[in-house]
């Protein structure tokens, strides 16, 4: 079963940018970002579906980007990249890589993400 390998967490001073990747060996229907910051509940950050389009909440529009590097190879190794920049000490949290394996996001949404990286942390200081 692939696996979800996150990586690029760290620490940042608030307007500061940080790179997040997720790296996997086989295509899906959606992959996206999630984080839980302090005290509140999980949230969806960002999703993209298999054509690569991708869709933003509202408290990241603007200073996140994603992007997709998919390798044509037998094995479908990608890794989705999370660019975060001006960075606000409220995007603390830990960062989670999510993805189904065939739904769209929309369905996914609705019936459960069934794979989950381990997570990495984010801190921002002011």
């Known amino acids: 079963e692939a696996q979800l390998a996150e990586s690029g967490g760290g620490s940042v001073q608030a307007g500061g940018s940080l790179r997040l990747s997720c790296a996997t060996s086989?295509?899906?229907?959606?992959m996206g970002w999630f984080r839980q910051v302090p005290g509140k509940e999980r949230e969806e950050v960002m999703l993209?579906?298999?054509?690569?389009?991708?869709?933003?909440?509202?408290?990241v529009k603007g200073r996140f980007t994603v992007s997709r590097d998919a390798k044509k190879d037998p094995l479908n190794n990608q890794t989705l990249h999370l660019q975060m920049n001006n960075l606000e000490p409220g995007d603390s949290g830990v960062y989670y890589c999510?993805?189904?394996?065939?739904?769209?996001?929309?369905?996914?949404?609705?019936?459960?993400?069934?794979?989950w990286g381990e997570g990495t942390q984010v801190t921002v200081s002011s």
């Open positions: 993209m579906e298999k054509n690569d389009q991708a869709t933003y909440a509202d408290f």
């Open positions: 086989r295509f899906y229907g959606c």
């Open positions: 999510a993805a189904h394996a065939w739904a769209g996001c929309e369905l996914a949404r609705r019936i459960g993400f069934g794979r």
